[in-house]
């Protein structure tokens, strides 16, 4: 899951990047409008938290042509300007949701989650064979047994089981679990799904994650395939 925060107030952009990123999501900052639309045609955001009142143009220009995208992510409106009027302008522009500053964290972080269910559909429980995901208490489990993986291990885990039995190369994965500021080798997603093997798969005879030559690894249990979910 990947978020994007447009917040030209240094200090609000940091805050809300280090309590997102604790909660297990990848965050990218924009300070400005122009760099939030830059983000947005670059890369695939998952949630878009987005302050109206910036340096270089109204948040609501950027709300705007994110709407103007085919299939925008949804977009929480974080603002000073909490009138009557303000809320349901950027409402009625097609703000998912709206939060007047000032906020505390946690009434953020559980309208971003109740967001991301709005815009996935997909199932909060994920299986592959006897693998079991589930995606709001961010507990796996194999066979019954509960394994323990660390956020970017679960991170990475999720997004394989939600895209189950399609081949995902490295640089999907790190784009899907890392923020932009990582700028390291893909290559650090062949030490995670090592470590995500030797949690989930060694000591079972079903291995779950398979490596696909040319492209990068993919999930699936192949002695019984299962119905998409
Ligand atoms: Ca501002």
């Avoid at 000032?102 to 709005?118: D, K, T």
């Avoid at 208490?137 to 939600?162: H, N, Q, W």
């Avoid at 079972?204 to 998409?228: C, H, S």
Wanted: charged share 30%; net charge neutral; hydrophobic share 40%.
């Amino acid at each position: 899951m990947r978020i994007l925060v447009v917040e030209d107030e240094k200090r609000i952009a940091d805050f809300l990047c280090r309590g997102l990123q604790g909660a297990g999501y990848a965050v990218d900052a924009a300070l400005t409008g122009g760099e939030a639309l830059d983000h947005i045609h670059s890369a695939d955001y998952d949630i878009v938290i987005l302050d109206l009142m910036l340096p270089d143009m109204d948040g609501l220009k950027v709300l705007e042509k994110i709407r103007n995208r085919k299939l925008g992510p949804p977009v929480l409106i974080l603002s000073a300007r909490g009138g009557l009027d303000d809320r349901v302008k950027g409402l009625e522009q097609g703000a998912d949701d709206y939060l007047v500053k000032p906020f505390a964290f946690v009434e953020l972080l559980a309208r971003v989650r109740a967001l991301l269910r709005r815009g996935q559909p997909a199932p909060e429980k994920l299986q592959v064979g006897d693998l079991s995901l589930d995606c709001t208490r961010r507990k796996v489990s194999r066979a019954g047994e509960t394994i323990d993986l660390a956020p970017k291990e679960f991170g990475i885990l999720e997004y394989m089981m939600r895209n189950r039995s399609r081949p995902l190369s490295r640089t999907m994965i790190v784009e899907h679990v890392w923020d932009m500021d990582y700028d390291g080798l893909t290559n650090i997603v062949d030490v995670y799904i090592r470590h995500l093997r030797s949690k989930i798969d060694d000591r079972f005879p079903q291995k779950l994650i398979q490596t696909v030559r040319g492209i990068g690894y993919m999930i699936e249990a192949p002695d019984r395939p299962e119905r998409q979910a």
